[in-house]
Structure formats: C-alpha cells, structure tokens
C-alpha cells in the first residue's frame, strides 16, 4: 500500500508521551508577549554553570534499525563532537564551554524519543536542545518539559504552546505561507486555482494562506481536505475524487501544500486526462514520488515547487563559513564524499555535518549575544534582536525576530520539474 509521506518522516514520526518536569523545579517564569528590542524576563537557567553550559543534541539513530532501511547520514556525534570542540578550544561563549549530552534517538522505536527527552530535560537537565525533531516531538522539549529548542519544525499552534526559548532554521508553518508569496511573485499562482491539503494545514490555509490568495486576487474554486487518518487505499480514492471535482471546476492550477500532498497527487493523477499546472509549496516529498521509478513522473510534467537550497551537490561549492566549518569536522577524521557520488550503504556525512555546523553557529550566536547573564531571558531577547545571520549551507542569509520570524525566515527557491531526470531542479 502506499504512504503519502516521505519514507524517512513515516520511520522517524514517533509518539511523544512525555514525563512533565516537576513543579518545584520549573524556576520562575515571567511570560510577556515582545517586539525586538523589549527585554524578556525569565531568570531559568537550567544546565548553566560559570564554567559550562549543557546542550542536548537529539539525533536519528539509523543504526539501530539494522538493514530495515538503507539510511546513512555519517556519524552525528563525531560532527557535532569535532563543531563543539572547535568553538571550546577558541574559548567558548563568554569563557563558558560547551558541554555536549548526546541522545540518541531510535525511529523503530515508539519510546525513543520520550526517553531521549526525559534524558536531556530531567536526568541531565540541559539548558538547550538542538538536534532533529520530528513532528511533534519537539513540544517533549519547549513544552510538557520548558526546555529551550534550537531547531524543529515550528507551527502556530506548537509555537503558541511553547514554554520555553524556541528557535529554529527548518522550513515552518510559516515557510509556506512564504512559498505562496514566492509562487505569486513568480507569476505561478493567478487567476482560477483548485488548492488540495491536508486535515493538518487546513488551519493554517483559513487562517493565513487563503487572505494571502484572496489580496493576490486568486480565484480558489475548488479545495480538497485529505482526512490523514484514512489508510492509503481510502487516501486513494478521496484524492481521485478530488481531482475529478477540479477537473469539474474548471482549475487550469492546482495548489499543494505541505509535504502530505505529494502522494494524493501522484495517485489522484495517475490513469487521468486532466492535466493542470501542479504547484506545490514544499519539494521535500514530491521530490521523492518524482524520483520513484514505480510511479509515472510524467504526472508531474512542468509542476513547481518552492523548497530549501540545493541538490545537496550544491553545499560543496559555496566556500565561505560552510567551508571552513565542513573542514573543521574533515579535521576531526570524517570523510564528507560529494553527496552524488556516495555509494549505496556508503555515510552521506554531509547530513550530519551540515546539521552541526548550521544549529552549533546558529546556538553560538545567540548565546553570545544573550551576554554573560545568561538564562532564558537573555537567551530570548538575543533572538529575538538577532536580524541577519549567515548559516551554512546557505547562501542567502536567515532573519529572526519574534514569532513569527523565530523560525529565520529561511530563504526559499522556486524548482521545476525535469521529467527525464525525475526530480526538481532551480529553475532559471
């Protein structure tokens, strides 16, 4: 049966069932909604000493699931280990250094991440988590257990339930809304338009993307809300049916949002005559329903997607700060191999050093600009004032603010679909 989410995101969307830090070791907390440039007061400091500050560092353990899937991403420890080490030789963050908690996440496993969280927020309370978090397993961390998060994937609701410090640099609820931006200042998204979605981004369509198509003058005259909770067969047919209605409509355009769409459209297309420009506002999975050599790519003839930097042959010609960083983790005894040219089974070490070098110069900035009186007042307000930063593996710079630019506005690209070679490619 087919699954309308990435391979990688169905193994590493675990539940989250999360033990709750105890009342009498919450601190205090004074809550004040901000603009840049007024002070956050919040005097926690968990993980903090005048020597040292803790930081978790959650990551996918593809190890444990043996040969169950033929996922590679290098050694995460041995990046972030050779990043941190780098910046506590050169002398820290205002003379503290940076003391690393590792916690190794298993995908197969449903109480993984809930361990890894009660390990880095209770056994050895940290004062920052980064690292990947999928789905919702980051609320674990800024929520259920007020532990600061640099990094997950931000949406309204998770970020209005934060009770903690949270950045992040991944793509966000908010990303999207950027992408329909993108796609309307291309010329893409006009005139009569059909938008298919999932039941988890219809909230942010009524709330945000809709007033967006309707200022644009964007006649959407059909939508489709896919029930998540149906099994792939029932997703099937409800997307043919969504598909035959906007064929009935009329839509020359049909929009996509988010990464649960791919799927609906692969299948929803597949044995039609109707053939609308397809437009989607995330590459991450219809890149691989593209790249599936037992789907027709052709349904995806002249679609376009908005999505992050890349191919990931990219990050090895931008120079600058992703340089020296990828050579800093070389230094350190990893090979990083030019992602095209990894044989099958061979470390993608590019993964896993990008995620240190990009969360470890993010996490630096912002505590080095929170000062020596460092706890989660400093740490908010200095991101809340940050503005520009360069990261790398981009070449545009990333902008935070307050929510919703606590997610660094990350720069997104418009992508086109090659056919013959079954994947998005920049457009030109």
């Known amino acids: ?22 009342s009498d070791d919450a601190g205090t907390k004074t809550t004040t909604t901000v603009k840049a440039g007024e002070v956050v007061e919040d005097d926690r400091a968990p993980g903090v000493t005048d020597d ?20 590679n991403h290098g050694d995460y420890e041995a990046a972030y280990t050779a990043v941190i080490d780098d910046i506590n030789e050169k002398g820290g963050v205002h003379g503290r250094e940076l003391e690393a908690v590792f916690g190794p996440v298993d995908p ?12 880095l927020t209770q056994d050895d309370p940290v004062f920052v988590a980064i690292g990947l978090f999928f789905g919702e397993s980051v609320m674990c961390f800024v929520n259920v257990n007020e532990t600061a998060v640099v990094g997950g994937e931000m949406t309204d609701e998770r970020v209005a339930q934060a009770r903690a410090p ?25 005139g009569k338009v059909a938008v298919i979605m999932t039941d988890q981004d219809q909230a942010l369509y009524e709330s945000r993307i ?3 198509l309707d200022d644009a003058d964007v006649e ?16 099937t047919g409800e997307s043919r049916t969504a598909f035959q209605r906007f064929e009935a409509a009329d839509a020359p355009t049909v929009l996509a949002l988010g990464q649960g769409t791919a799927g609906a459209v692969s299948d929803g297309l597949s044995d039609s005559n109707y053939n ?39 990050y090895l010609t931008l120079g600058g700060i992703t340089e020296e960083c990828l050579d800093v983790v070389r230094d350190a005894g990893v090979t990083i191999t030019k992602p095209s040219e990894v044989a099958e089974g061979d470390p993608n070490s590019i993964v896993s050093a990008l995620a240190a070098c990009q969360q470890l110069e993010l996490l630096t900035a912002l505590l080095d600009d929170a000062g020596e009186d460092l706890n989660y007042g400093t740490f908010t307000t200095a991101g809340y004032d940050l503005g520009e930063i360069e990261l790398p593996g981009e070449p545009e710079p990333f902008f935070f603010g307050p929510p919703p630019h606590s997610d ?10 090659s056919v013959d070679d079954r994947q998005f490619e920049p457009a030109s």
């Not at 049966?1 to 105890?22: E, F, P």
């Not at 449903?110 to 969280?117: E, H, I, K, L, N």
């Not at 959407?220 to 998540?228: F, K």
Request: charged share 25%.
């Open 408 to 417: 660094g506005d990350r720069p997104l690209y418009r992508y086109e679909c």
């Open 276 to 314: 609308p420009q397809l437009l989607f506002t995330s590459t991450n999975s219809v890149n691989a329903y593209a790249k599936d050599e037992t789907r027709d790519a052709s349904v995806f003839e002249g679609a376009v997607g908005v999505g992050v930097f890349g191919p990931p042959d990219e």
């Open 1 to 22: 049966m087919r699954k309308y989410i990435a391979l990688t995101a169905v193994l590493l969307l675990v539940g989250v069932g999360c033990k709750s830090t105890s």
């Open 108 to 119: 197969s496993s449903a109480t993984s991440t809930d361990d890894v969280c009660t390990k």
């Open 210 to 212: 809709k007033p967006v």
């Open 52 to 71: 040292a500050i803790k930081v978790g560092i959650a990551y996918p353990d593809f190890e444990a699931l043996g040969d169950a899937v033929n996922i």
């Open 220 to 235: 959407v005259v059909e939508t489709s809300i896919l029930n998540t909770a149906l099994d792939p067969e029932q997703l």
């Open 166 to 190: 949270w950045f992040a640099y991944d793509v966000s609820s908010d990303s999207q809304v950027d992408a329909v931006n993108k796609l309307i200042d291309a010329d893409d998204l006009k």
